[in-house]
């Protein structure tokens, strides 16, 4: 399969909003959903939402409902997560992911991973 692309995170402050992209370089075989996660040293990987690719529809885990917006380019290939209010607690690598599985929420569900990148949020 494919590595996914992420763009680059950064260092912003608590408020600060960022937007992060995740581009297939190449078609995705059986792809059904582009998936978000992060992970902070020490914890495990935490799911944040989910964007079906034919429907558009979303799903997001509670602690992000509100503050992070997922949304895709169908044709390019490309999923986003939007961030905004971003808070301390949001530190923490992103990683965008593939599935092929309907109603994934588990790291486990995920085929293709994109590298992660960086999201540091300074009080």
């Known amino acids: 399969q494919v590595q996914l692309v992420e763009s680059r995170g950064g260092l912003v402050q608590a408020g600060d909003s960022l937007r992060l992209s995740c581009a297939a370089p190449g078609p995705i075989l059986r792809f059904y959903a582009m998936g978000w996660f992060r992970q902070a040293p020490g914890k495990e990987r935490e799911f944040l939402g989910r964007i079906t690719w034919t429907s558009g529809r979303t799903y997001y885990e509670e602690s992000v409902k509100g503050r992070f917006t997922i949304s895709r380019d169908y044709g390019n290939l490309t999923a986003y997560l939007q961030m905004n209010f971003l808070k301390p607690g949001d530190t923490a690598a992103y990683y965008c992911?593939?599935?092929?599985?309907?109603?994934?929420?588990?790291?486990?569900?995920?085929?293709?991973w994109g590298e992660g990148t960086q999201v540091t949020v300074s009080s």
């Open positions: 992911a593939a599935t092929r599985t309907y109603g994934a929420t588990a790291s486990g569900d995920y085929d293709t």
